[in-house]
């Protein structure tokens, strides 16, 4: 599985990076963890609001997230 936290860098992006990286150790996920910051890549997946999370491609969530609302997107 390959997750990217899309994200200029602020307090909700760096927050989201690093729920996504607990629950990724906590449940043994076979994933990879990729925080991408670069605007004009950010672009490419259409979102307007940040921080958005992108699983295999896809964008899953976008704003700011509860631990919980990323727990239910990844462990399934």
């Known amino acids: ?30 994933a990879v963890v990729i925080k991408e910051e670069d605007l004009m890549k950010i672009m490419e997946y259409n ?5 958005a999370l992108v699983v295999n491609g896809k964008v899953a969530a976008k704003g700011r997230l509860s631990a919980k609302e990323v727990k239910e997107i990844l462990v399934k």
């Open 1 to 30: 599985m390959e997750i990217k936290v899309l994200g200029t860098g602020c307090a909700n992006c760096k927050a989201l990076y690093a729920v996504v990286e607990k629950i990724v150790k906590e449940y043994a996920l076979d």
């Open 47 to 51: 979102v307007l609001t940040l921080p």
